[in-house]
Each structure stands twice: as structure tokens, then as C-alpha cells.
């Protein structure tokens, strides 16, 4: 799930959720605003079950996906459109 925040000026808070548990083990949001760098910016883990991060971000169109334990490439349902290349998200 992806939840957006407008922020004052053109930012967006963007966060990044998924359940805690599925998929197992550490999980990162990837994409082309942090350079496809895993683990940095790898999801924490809530009292309420999910886990997440929250990224900001400028207008644009931003291509990411999940990296799981194990190289488990996932996309996101609630992207603005999945493709052959991931999720992309427009701001």
C-alpha cells in the first residue's frame, strides 16, 4: 500500500506498507530515487502489524519495486500502474 502526504511546496510524503510478515524477512522499496540502492531505505517494522518507510519526494513520475530476502522482487498494487519495468508512481 502506498500512502501520500502533500507537504508544503511541491514535496510529496510518500509511505511505503506492507504486512510484517509477508514476505518474510528484511524488505527494502527500491526505485529510481535512491539509485536501486537495496537496504537503504529497508521497511521497520510497526506495532500495528505492517511495516513501513516514508520517503520524500518532488513532482515526477518514479519507478520503484520491493527487494526482499532472497532477491524476491515484488511489485506494489497500489502504484499507479504496474508494468513490464515495476511500479510507477506519478506525483
Not at 500500500?1 to 518474510?24: A, H, S, Y
Not at 539509485?35 to 518507510?53: K, S, Y
Not at 513532482?59 to 508494468?83: K, N, Q
Amino acid at each position: 500500500m502506498i500512502k501520500r502526504n502533500r507537504l508544503f511546496g511541491n514535496q510529496t510524503r510518500v509511505t511505503f506498507c506492507l504486512p510484517r510478515d509477508t514476505p518474510p524477512g528484511a524488505v527494502s522499496v527500491v526505485g529510481c530515487f535512491n539509485g536501486w540502492e537495496p537496504g537503504r531505505h529497508e521497511l521497520v517494522a510497526r506495532r500495528d502489524g505492517t511495516r513501513t518507510i516514508t520517503v520524500r519526494l518532488g513532482p515526477g513520475e518514479y519507478r520503484f519495486r520491493y527487494l526482499a530476502t532472497g532477491g524476491v522482487w515484488l511489485d506494489d498494487d497500489s502504484a499507479d500502474r504496474i508494468d513490464e519495468h515495476g511500479s510507477l508512481l506519478l506525483l
